[in-house]
């Protein structure tokens, strides 16, 4: 047991080949768990006291933060590609400078005119596309009205998110967004103990994201070596250079976006306002497991950048493969865990089990761990230039799967709308990869299922199942959740333990470098 435990410790040393990928890592997880733990903490707090219509206002508005990644037009992606290949010294300071400076003409220009926008659109959107019945037309429209500004703000903060991304210092990044978090979740809470109000509840957002955007637009021109010969400016032929690369990016926001919020604007549209709640409720149940994703994009991205900037592809075939081991380590069992246990997690969460939660719950579950599978995979296409695989697939899932979740929603109901995540998460687990390993890693794509996917779910069906058979019936709301938390970290343990190794090293990367796109 002793030389396994040393085996693994290894292991898990050799899955990060970079030390700095090793603290970009742990520095997202620890900002992915925080914030984690105050959507569970705040979540029963904003239903309990708005009420389901006024959670389905508050689910807009995270639907609302996700869909003004449209306005980013792949920018946010070019930011962290380019300043992670920078080169050394004032050459590339003067270029981290200037590029900054010119997006930032950009980014705030977009932000106020979006929020203009959305402000004067908030009395028909509230008036004759939500269906609410307990709150009023008007107390609707000045809650979408105040929303527009923090999402504003929400927006222009995406650069400077980005630019510390690129710089690597996601350890400065998190802790910034641990801290406009806390302050967000946190007054939110306050505020709707004090006053079950949707006004004062995004006046408390506006004023936390102004002042988050503003400390981490400081923090990242900090990192940035100023020299007083040569002040930041607006370089036009700075855009032109990041066009075709974020034309690329700009089409894969988009397809990400339109089908990650397609199912609650369509059930906005469709169902009543209560129903949308519902939905959103289990879409940040499941939001939790994108959450310990992230922080892997965010770490490898500018990793493989790097590596691909250096023409170290050896190396690079090595990390791509280990780190996709460590993410299926963590996504599998607790998705699978998720999965079987949906209703004592739910009860323990809300202190109340709701059927149709539970079953949104359990499809969302399936669709976004397996789209979660084929982010680090995504983020190598995108690390070698190639944008348009990923984009495609999600393009596709969208134009299947739409008419499809139009049907499904009159017919099923709200879990209907869980249907283009199942096509999108089982489409690109499976076409999207071997579509990619005819370019990139050319004739590994079973490399990749025998070492990524397979061990860790053949390591936690058993013990979902076995738990699942013996679990009692009568258990209460915390011992539920204790039986179902130690279920998932045997699991854990189990896969952490004999879940790793088997990468077959020294093989060559084998990339189309006659497109670029």
């Known amino acids: 047991m002793i030389s396994r435990v040393n085996q693994v410790v290894s292991t898990w040393a050799g899955l990060f080949v970079s030390h700095r990928s090793a603290r970009n890592v742990v520095w997202n997880l620890l900002g992915g768990v925080s914030t984690g733990v105050m959507i569970v903490l705040a979540t029963p707090v904003y239903v309990s006291r708005l009420g389901l219509e006024g959670y389905g206002i508050v689910g807009l508005w995270l639907v609302m933060q ?103 210092a996601q350890g400065r990044m998190n802790a910034l967004q641990t801290f406009g978090n806390v302050l967000r979740y946190g007054g939110g809470v306050v505020v709707v103990l004090w006053k079950a109000d949707l006004s004062w509840f995004f006046v408390t957002q506006g004023l936390v994201a102004a002042i988050q955007t503003l400390v981490i637009r400081r923090a990242l021109w900090q990192m940035i070596p100023a020299h007083p010969e040569s002040q930041p400016g607006f370089r036009f032929d700075l855009v032109r250079q990041l066009g075709r690369y974020s034309a690329g990016m700009a089409f894969s926001s988009l397809a990400a976006v339109l089908m990650s919020n397609t199912d609650r604007l369509m059930i906005g549209a469709l169902l009543p306002t209560s129903e949308l709640g519902k939905y959103s409720i289990a879409f940040t149940a499941t939001g939790l497991l994108q959450l310990g994703i992230q922080p892997f994009y965010r770490a490898f991205f500018p990793r493989y950048s790097e590596l691909v900037s250096a023409g170290k592809q050896g190396r690079l075939r090595d990390e791509y493969f280990r780190s996709c081991q460590l993410v299926a380590a963590c996504i599998i069992p607790l998705a699978v865990i998720g999965w079987a246990f949906a209703p004592q997690l739910l009860t323990a969460w809300l202190g109340t089990h709701e059927d149709t939660v539970t079953r949104v719950f359990q499809w969302l579950l399936i669709g976004v761990s397996c789209s979660g599978l084929t982010w680090l995979p995504a983020a190598f296409q995108q690390a070698n230039g190639w944008t348009r695989l990923h984009a495609s697939m999600i393009a596709s899932a969208l134009v299947i799967g739409a008419p499809l979740m139009v049907f499904a929603i009159r017919t099923f109901g709200t879990v209907g709308a869980t249907t283009v995540w199942v096509i999108h998460g089982l489409s690109g687990i499976t076409i999207e990869l071997w579509l990619m390993h005819r370019r990139l890693l050319v004739g590994e794509l079973v490399e990749w299922y025998r070492v990524v996917l397979l061990p860790p779910l053949l390591l936690t069906l058993p013990v979902a199942a076995i738990s699942w058979w013996l679990i009692p019936q009568d258990l209460g709301r915390w011992a539920g959740f204790g039986w179902v938390a130690v279920t998932g970290l045997g699991a854990l343990g189990l896969t952490v333990l004999f879940g790793f190794g088997g990468v077959r090293s020294n093989r060559r990367l084998t990339v189309d470098e006659s497109s670029t796109n």
Do not use: C
């Open 66 to 168: 996700v869909m003004i990644g449209l306005l980013d037009m792949g920018m946010g992606a070019s930011v962290v590609r380019a300043l992670a290949g920078a080169p050394a010294g004032p050459e590339g300071d003067e270029f981290k400078r200037d590029l900054v400076r010119t997006l930032e003409a950009f980014y705030w220009t977009v932000a106020a005119g979006f929020a203009l926008v959305f402000a004067l659109a908030s009395n028909w959107i509230g008036a004759h596309w939500l269906k609410s019945t307990t709150l009023s037309s008007a107390s609707v429209t000045h809650a979408l009205q105040l929303m527009a500004i923090a999402l504003g703000f929400q927006f222009a903060s995406v650069l400077y998110t980005n630019g510390l991304a690129g710089l690597q």
